[in-house]
């Protein structure tokens, strides 16, 4: 009986872990609180420091509250895991040959400079050096969640400002590969034999890591492809987690942190063909998964031993803001960025980020850092994420200021529309728009739902992914922002029609181009919004006509004339 309470009561945990999470962040969000603080303030209300602590004295908070927040510790890790997934995604070696010089000058130099002068300090307040090393790498790092929401939900990410940020963004997240690195190697260092566990886990890890990136080449594009051949959306997903949590588990074996895995599994899903179909079939649930770790988080942040160290905190968010703030004006005024450039990512970047959270959990767990060390550093980077939003504004009235301008919001550059066409479908007609395409050097960018037409396709080099060209989400994926014109192939008439109404519905002022089946359905797309639709069963049979008559030994000019005949005629008819 004992046994069945308990579980029970293991029970009612969970769900109160889940409502905090799925129910509680979504109303903190109306309260226009970014997710990510949303999940740890749900964390730290049901957490044993919170609501909790009042349970002896209001016997019926402990329905809604967690005693014991180590119990979730799995589900924390499993947060991280996807975390870290979602981040690989996002590196792109196409990204990074774009944004070079600013990623591999700019971001490295910001990362490495931070975290001196940042270790400097840590070690200057008594710290070993290990511990600061650790501390000063994960704090040099930013919240790419915070940030990216910000920059895109403000309209500045196609900007001179956005794209410095995204630059540095990209490089702190290619970092964490040797970070997590070091952080296992630190914590072998705790055991007897120092030397040979270092290189035990060293030479593990390599092995591990290398095997990944081998069945990333070979076996990964494989399994997804017979995922995406069973044309069941559930088998898909449940096949991208899959992979990222072998990934995980095998640098985990290899005695190297499990988020370590999750990131080379993401890293080798971006340069696949299945990039924008995994993004968004994964976008559901990502957010849930990330607020696992949040949440965690937030349940282990002890508010009575904030308050009793509140000036402290105070004086490590004042050190840790003005530091990066300082050195990312420096770095970008070396780097000849414009000096109103530099003050809007100095100040948007200021803050720590989800990563040092990770890091320092890790760190406390190897024994790297001491509990009450790392209070007080999760407290900062939380507070100093907390003031994201208006560290941003007034980096960005002040950039304004220094341009002698005024501080108005700016527009999207994607009203360019100088991104490459998207062809909706890569069958026989999408290819000979393609071919067209290549010899206007136009460029262009195919979703097709047939793995093995894209595997094909792919390797001759044609960029051609797997995804659902009737949703607006994988649409969005693979760059409609940008794009001058959608051309719609698809074959299935309800398909075509499901992805006309998808752009139309996103992207009104977009050029849209169909192949319909009929004049019937060519009507039908035309009400939907299509600018020219072409039906394909007439033309094709009007064409075969021609070649018919010229065959015969017609005059040239005579058959142009009795096709175009021909032609208006089916209009008049059908009409």
Do not use: C
Not at 82 to 102: A, E, P, Q
Not at 134 to 153: D, F, K, N, P
Not at 188 to 198: F, P, R, V
Not at 263 to 272: C, K, N, P, Q, W
Request: cysteine-free.
């Amino acid at each position: 009986m004992a046994a069945g309470t308990d579980a029970l009561w293991q029970f009612k945990d969970a769900m109160v872990f889940l409502a905090a999470a799925g129910v509680g962040v979504p109303l903190l969000q109306r309260l226009k609180v970014n997710p990510v603080l949303g999940f740890m303030l749900a964390g730290i209300a049901v957490g044993p420091y919170g609501l909790g602590q009042f349970v002896g004295q209001y016997d019926w908070l402990r329905f809604v509250t967690i005693a014991d927040p180590e119990e979730f510790e799995g589900l924390g890790e499993i947060g991280v895991i996807f975390l870290l997934f979602t981040i690989g995604l996002d590196v792109s070696f196409k990204r990074l040959w774009h944004l070079r010089r600013l990623v591999f000058g700019l971001g490295i130099t910001q990362v490495a400079v931070t975290a001196l002068v940042l270790g400097a300090a840590l070690f200057a307040t008594g710290l070993d050096l290990g511990a600061s090393l650790v501390a000063s790498l994960g704090l040099a790092l930013s919240s790419t969640a915070v940030a990216m929401q910000l920059l895109i939900s403000r309209h500045r990410f196609a900007t001179n400002e956005g794209q410095t940020a995204f630059a540095v963004l990209l490089m702190q997240d290619l970092t964490v590969v040797p970070i997590l690195f070091l952080v296992g190697a630190l914590g072998a260092a705790n055991a007897q034999d120092m030397t040979g566990e270092i290189l035990h886990t060293l030479g593990y890890g390599a092995v591990a890591v290398g095997i990944l990136l081998l069945a990333g080449r070979f076996v990964v594009p494989a399994v997804m492809r017979a995922a995406a051949r069973a044309h069941s959306h559930e088998l898909f997903v449940a096949v991208v987690l899959l992979v990222a949590m072998i990934s995980a588990v095998a640098t985990g074996f290899a005695g190297l942190p499990t988020s370590l895995g999750a990131l080379i599994a993401g890293v080798m899903l971006a340069e696949s063909a299945f990039k924008h179909q995994v993004e968004t079939d994964i976008e559901p649930f990502k957010g849930l998964l990330l607020g696992l770790f949040f949440v965690y988080v937030g349940m282990s942040i002890d508010i009575g031993f904030v308050a009793d160290n509140f000036g402290r905190i105070l004086m490590a968010l004042a050190a840790l803001m003005v530091i990066k703030t300082v050195v990312l004006l420096a770095i970008a005024s070396l780097f000849r960025i414009p000096l109103a450039t530099g003050i809007q990512v100095a100040f948007l970047l200021a803050h720590g980020g989800e990563f040092a959270l990770i890091l320092l959990a890790a760190a406390s767990a190897a024994g790297i850092l001491d509990p009450a060390t790392n209070q007080i550093l999760i407290a900062t980077v939380v507070l100093s994420m907390a003031l994201t939003s208006l560290m941003d504004e007034i980096g960005r009235r002040i950039g304004a200021f220094v341009e002698g301008r005024r501080a108005e919001r700016p527009r999207l550059h994607t009203e360019d529309r100088d991104g490459p066409v998207i062809v909706g479908g890569y069958g026989r007609v999408g290819q000979m728009i393609a071919q067209v395409l290549d010899a206007e050097d136009v460029p262009w960018v195919a979703l097709e739902a047939d793995p093995y037409e894209v595997a094909n396709a792919r390797k001759g080099g044609a960029p051609v992914f797997f995804g659902d060209a009737t949703r607006k989400e994988v649409l969005l994926k693979a760059g409609a922002n940008r794009a001058p014109a959608f051309v719609v192939t698809l074959s299935h008439p309800q398909l075509a029609e499901r992805m006309v109404r998808a752009v139309r519905s996103e992207w009104p002022d977009a050029k849209l181009f169909a192949r319909a089946k009929d004049w019937k359905h060519a009507d039908h797309l035309r009400d939907l919004g299509v600018d020219d639709v072409i039906p394909e069963a007439v033309e094709g049979s009007l064409q075969l006509a021609a070649h018919v008559l010229d065959g015969l030994g017609f005059d040239e000019d005579l058959v142009a004339d009795r096709i175009e005949l021909e032609r208006e005629r089916a209009k008049t008819s059908h009409a």
